[in-house]
């Protein structure tokens, strides 16, 4: 499989956070409309473990995320005990940091003791009140206007990492040529996740890893019953929903799923191309099925 990168340039918020489930889910709709065959063929092949094409979470352009196990100096060793309170104290602060930067990412890849830079993104999500019109009168015209939380994720730019084997490049070409014209996430026909331009390129600047004995997930994944359980993680709950079409059916909700967040790292040797799973049985529709892979990079782990 060959290693590329997209950037994508956005023109507004987007109501789903960038997430390789939700892409693969777009991805998938695409091939419905379009060649049902193809996707057949694409599903057959992840659900025997062999998925042709691979993604990650999207993530603020230029950043990566903190691997959930990085090794680190004592702080202060060597100075007097004010000293080493006060650079606790900094390091302590830093360690809240949830981004690296490529080079940083490369370096704690390789067991170096990292520090996420103090000069992290700005958080993307934020709250904006909405109101519910009633389409009797065209107006917001209940007590308090109906008025409603809603969460939106605002990112200039985002990047997204691929694996695609030989013959798929230019299926997702014309995939990506689709999700700009027709925008990213739920709600995007009231102009959220509107895309202005994007690119895909190969990539090379994951640094190999001599003597790599695990790996660190570039995407949230549900792992599968033969993959390594040693590691360190955090989980993620999601509560997923049908889109396009089935979004108006009889029940769109999706059973909740647990996943482990990207940054999380295992103990593998040596380290395969993919982990995790397709995951069935999350929706009322048995033909639904959930996107759980991992995007592994190999690394040094403790």
């Known amino acids: 499989m060959r290693l590329y990168r997209s950037t994508f340039v956005l023109r507004s918020a987007s109501a789903s956070r960038w997430q390789a489930d939700t892409l693969f889910g777009h991805l998938c709709w695409h091939l419905a409309r379009r060649d049902e065959a193809t996707l057949d063929t694409l599903l057959d092949f992840c659900r025997e473990g062999m998925p042709p094409v691979l993604l990650s979470d999207g993530f603020p352009s230029g950043w990566l995320p903190k691997p959930l196990v990085t090794t680190r100096d004592k702080p202060g060793e060597g100075l007097c005990k004010c000293e080493r309170i006060q650079k606790s ?6 360690l809240k940091g949830r981004w690296l930067r490529p080079d940083e990412f490369n370096r ?52 997204v990492y691929w694996r695609i084997e030989d013959g798929y490049e230019t299926l997702v070409r014309e ?30 600047g994951f ?11 570039l995407s949230n994944f549900v792992p599968a019953a033969s993959d390594p359980a040693q590691g360190f993680w955090t989980t993620a709950v999601k509560y997923g929903k049908l889109g396009e079409e089935a979004a108006v059916s009889g029940n769109p909700f999706k059973r909740p799923l647990i996943q482990l967040a990207a940054g999380a790292c295992f103990y593998a040797s040596p380290v395969r191309e993919w982990y995790g799973r397709l995951v069935a049985n999350v929706a009322t529709d048995e033909r639904v099925v959930q996107y759980g892979f991992a995007f592994p990079i190999p690394a040094r782990l403790p």
Request: hydrophobic residues 35%.
């Open 89 to 94: 104290r900094v390091e302590k602060d830093r």
């Open 108 to 159: 704690a890849c390789h067991g170096e003791a990292v520090l996420p830079p103090a000069d992290q993104p700005a958080d993307d999500a934020r709250i904006a009140a909405k109101n519910q019109i009633d389409r009797r009168t065209d107006t917001a015209g209940s007590e308090g206007g109906a008025l409603y939380d809603f969460e939106e994720f605002w990112l200039k730019q985002v990047d």
């Open 175 to 204: 995939f990506l040529d689709d999700l700009k014209a027709t925008g990213y996430g739920k709600r995007k026909s009231v102009g959220y996740g509107e895309i202005e331009s994007f690119t895909l390129e190969k990539f090379d």
């Open 207 to 217: 640094a190999p890893v001599p003597q790599a004995n695990g790996f660190v997930s």
